[in-house]
């Protein structure tokens, strides 16, 4: 123990004077007879003062002036352990502030601020270095001081980096010194840990704390060759923990939660992320959560770009071109299938879509109404793929100089076919040209084993050259483009096949529709950029924001394999049509533990000196106010004092709080739905669901108690056939594909329904544009779960049944989908007195009602606005009182005839 200010302990020497002042007594009175003052004997005083102090209450207050004096000496407790590692020599901090120190950065702090106060109070000299690059791309200059402010206004400023530690930067900016070395390791490997041990053990004694690093990880994610999306997790070798991957959308809502379980031991694990296409072209970022909590720092992010987005990309074909090998549409499905999302149909039907692309191969535009069609489609800025074939040249002998002009094409025709052997023949197949400057095409390679050996021509014009995109060897054009109103038509001057060239059985294919296809999201100005600048980069925090000063562009084809650093941050890069994001999981390597770099410290050997004031001078006023009411007790005023505070104390304490006491627990037995109104779901035994009902439930139990008279409690889970469903009067169900028929549930679920029950059937989505392809599934399922039970003849929920109007009138009944069909029973059953006993239908309500412990709506509503999310949630509100009240409402219907009938 140390004291900050012992000059006052000088206070110590007035404890004899208290003592003589305290014990010091007046002289005795003299006595005297005074015949007149015999009177006075008969009274009786109400106050007695005593002759002298306790003992007791004397040893009292000398305690409480001594525990006085030493709490303003400012006595501080030092950790054994930490003088032990700090010693007496110079202290050297060597901060690990890289991405991966983001978990444990306040106590990282502490302990590098405990140290450092140590040695400075010993009268050393403390140096501080940095292992991760600055916003210039340098290590730190190191700091040294021998001031105690100095060193604390520095510590407050420090801040952890987005990027990994620089171990060999860090080697080569150790100060020339001796003394000891304390190193506040983020516990990661590197090649260069050997080489950091020598280097330090050749300063002085080597100390190095570590903190768990089983809360630490980071998140990667690329697409799959079927155009899938597939996260990675890296982390420090560790017990088994449980993930969750959620896609959030820009504003932040949850589109999707997928658990991902790291096994004991491993330090990676890839699992699918099966977005569906429209909330993955709506995510924005997917991020990383242990538990119920968010894993910190910018490692647990991943930022989706364009290339990770699947433009929808409409394919025009005929009946029979999509033969394997020879069909016209059969290389064209499968170089966009991990590009795009691909939908085949009419052009009227592919029109009527949102599309980025058309893509029509030959023979798909001779109809004249589908070719004026797809031209206004093409005018109000659609982008027209074409391929020629024997269609767009029909007549191989026709003379060179005749001209096939269209307004589907970018340049006019030459008549005929130019093709080996042909009249217009050339005597080997052609390879391609390097692609020009200008063309979308820029920056790729052209193979050597591309050729063509069939092609139609374009007529020769004085503008033909401004059309061109892409050249054979000869200089004949092979891809040519024009616009056309808003929009843009290009022509392959080849087949989508194999038949005229080879191009479609290569890579260079593939390439060049992604880059038409991004021409579709907005960049039509000549070649994308091959270095990219940086827009917006990741701080430590997790947050978007401008580039730090040493920023620099960064080459497209190096994205998939840079790490991030000081010079490329992760964040965003290029413009929006062509934004790359470049991750720190993506290309981070595994990771392992680090060897200790000198002798294990544990961090509680790192704890902050305990300052020992508060409590000496918290305790001294405890003993005065304990000599205060003794003091007064002595004198016979207690009793009044404390009958004014028995009077004043509740009243104080009832201003301080409005909040009602909190109900009593329920009796041991006694479920908590019978002593107040909750609602229930049926747990499906995924974690996702069940928590999304839960959090559903929840939200809606508020909103409905917050608007209404019916006081909802918290909602309870419960599996039917084994828990008691009597004290619930609606049942939510989300139906999931592996439900399985149980003739034990069934049962009481009829009872259930029997007693004046409801149950919500919930598909999720199925059929809608979140699971298009889930209709199916979820119909067999919803078979599966309702087999035996007795649902009565059904019809379509529409605005004139009770359930439109119980509390809110509504038009719609949208959840996280909209659209979505709702089912009710026939009206006029009067077995149930015409109440619904069930109610189907694929809102997914449940994920938009949903809110977390923070009060947010974790899951985004598709296509989104608050005001769908406040009509599912007005639709819930009628669903709880429909269930509550039944059709008490259809008596405010039947109003208007019966004043009718009664003639008014």
Not at 432 to 437: E, M, Q, R, V
Request: proline share 10%.
């Amino acid at each position: 123990m140390m004291l900050l200010t012992p000059l006052a302990l000088i206070g110590l020497l007035a404890l004899p004077a208290i003592w003589w002042l305290i014990k010091a007594t007046p002289p005795p009175p003299r006595q005297r007879s005074f015949p007149s003052l015999m009177l006075l004997r008969r009274l009786q005083p109400r106050h007695q003062d005593t002759a002298r102090s306790p003992l007791w209450l004397l040893l009292l207050r000398l305690a409480a002036v001594a525990l006085l004096v030493l709490g303003l000496a400012q006595p501080v407790w030092l950790s054994r352990t930490s003088a032990g590692a700090v010693g007496s020599d110079d202290l050297l901090l060597v901060l690990d502030d890289g991405w991966s120190a983001v978990p444990h950065w306040p106590e990282r702090l502490r302990a590098a601020r405990a140290l450092g106060d140590r040695a400075l109070q010993n009268g050393h000299r403390v140096v501080l270095l940095r292992s991760a690059q600055g916003a210039d791309g340098a290590i730190p200059d190191a700091f040294s001081t021998s001031d105690g402010a100095r060193f604390d206004s520095m510590i407050e400023t420090l801040h952890p980096q987005p990027w990994p530690v620089d171990r060999r930067g860090l080697i080569a900016h150790l100060p020339a010194m001796n003394g000891h070395v304390a190193v506040l390791s983020d516990g990661v490997a590197s090649a260069n840990d050997p080489a950091l041990r020598d280097a330090l053990s050749k300063i002085g004694p080597v100390s190095d704390l570590r903190w768990p690093g089983c809360d630490m990880a980071a998140l990667g994610a690329s697409a799959t060759p079927e155009g899938g999306l597939h996260a990675r997790i890296t982390a420090l070798p560790c017990t088994e923990r449980h993930f969750q991957v959620r896609a959030r959308n820009e504003q932040g809502g949850t589109l999707g939660v997928y658990p991902i379980d790291l096994p004991s031991g491993r330090s990676q694990v890839e699992a699918a992320v099966p977005l569906p296409q429209i909330l993955r072209n709506r995510t924005e970022r997917l991020t990383l959560d242990l538990g119920d909590a968010p894993v910190p720092g910018p490692g647990a992010i991943r930022l989706l770009d364009e290339g990770d987005r699947r433009r929808p990309v409409g394919l025009l074909s005929v009946n029979g071109d999509d033969t394997p090998l020879v069909g016209a549409s059969f290389f064209l499905a499968r170089a966009l299938g991990p590009l795009a999302e691909l939908h085949r149909g009419s052009a009227a039907q592919l029109v009527a879509s949102p599309l980025s692309v058309m893509i029509a191969t030959d023979g798909t535009l001779t109809n004249e109404g589908v070719r004026r069609r797809v031209a206004d489609w093409v005018r109000h800025g659609g982008e027209l793929i074409r391929f020629a074939g024997p269609a767009l040249a029909p007549n191989g002998d026709a003379p060179p100089d005749t001209a096939i002009s269209d307004p589907l094409l970018p340049v006019p025709l030459m008549g005929g076919v130019r093709q080996l052997g042909g009249p217009m023949s050339w005597g080997t197949p052609q390879k391609l040209a390097s692609f020009p400057d200008d063309s979308p095409f820029a920056g790729l390679d052209t193979p050597s084993e591309v050729t063509v050996s069939r092609q139609v021509l374009a007529k020769p014009s004085q503008d033909l050259n401004d059309h061109v995109w892409a050249r054979l060897k000869d200089g004949t054009p092979l891809v040519t483009a024009a616009p056309l109103g808003q929009g843009e038509v290009v022509l392959f001057h080849v087949t989508s096949a194999s038949d005229w060239s080879n191009l479609p059985l290569s890579g260079l294919f593939p390439d060049m529709l992604q880059r038409l296809i991004q021409r579709s999201a907005g960049l039509r100005a000549g070649a994308p950029p091959s270095v990219l600048a940086p827009e917006a980069t990741l701080d430590a925090d997790g947050l978007l924001g401008p580039p730090p000063s040493g920023a620099r562009p960064l080459a497209s084809a190096d994205f998939p394999h840079t790490l991030p650093s000081a010079m490329h941050p992760p964040g965003l890069y290029g413009p929006r049509a062509q934004r790359r994001a470049l991750n720190l999981g993506d290309a981070l390597p595994a990771l392992t533990p680090e060897p200790l770099l000198g002798a294990e410290l544990s961090p509680d050997g790192a704890r902050p000196e305990r300052l020992l004031a508060p409590i000496l001078l918290a305790a001294a006023l405890l003993l005065l106010l304990i000599d205060l009411l003794f003091s007064l007790r002595l004198r016979g005023l207690l009793g009044r004092l404390a009958m004014i505070a028995l009077l004043i104390l509740p009243l104080g304490a009832h201003a301080q709080t409005d909040e009602p006491a909190a109900a009593p627990p329920p009796p041991p037995g006694v479920p908590g739905a019978a002593l107040e109104t909750r609602l229930a779901y049926v747990i499906t035994g995924h974690d996702d669901v069940d928590t999304a009902s839960r959090e559903g439930l929840l939200g809606l139990s508020h909103y409905a108690s917050d608007r209404s008279s019916a006081q909802l409690g918290q909602p309870d889970g419960v599996r039917p056939g084994q828990d008691d469903l009597a004290f619930y009067p609606l049942l939510y169900w989300p139906i999931t594909e592996d439900v399985q028929p149980d003739a034990k549930r069934t049962a009481a679920l009829n009872a259930f329904i029997a007693h004046g029950g409801m149950i919500l059937f919930d598909t999720q989505g199925a059929g809608s544009d979140l699971d298009s392809e889930g209709a199916r599934g979820a119909q067999e399922a919803l078979r599966r779960a309702t087999d035996g039970l007795s649902v009565p003849p059904l019809m379509k929920l529409d605005d004139h049944h009770v359930l439109a109007h119980s509390f809110y009138l509504l038009h719609d009944f949208p959840g996280r989908v909209q659209g979505q069909p709702v089912w009710v029973a026939r009206s006029g059953d009067d077995s149930n007195d015409d109440v619904s006993p069930v109610i189907i239908g694929a809102g997914d309500w449940a994920r938009a009602w949903a809110t977390d412990s923070q009060g947010n709506n974790p899951y985004a509503v598709i296509p989104g606005g608050d005001e769908q999310r406040i009509q599912a949630y007005r639709f819930g509100v009628n669903v709880v009182l429909y269930a509550l009240t039944g059709n008490y409402k259809a008596d405010q219907m039947r109003v208007p005839a019966l004043l009718k009938r009664l003639g008014q």
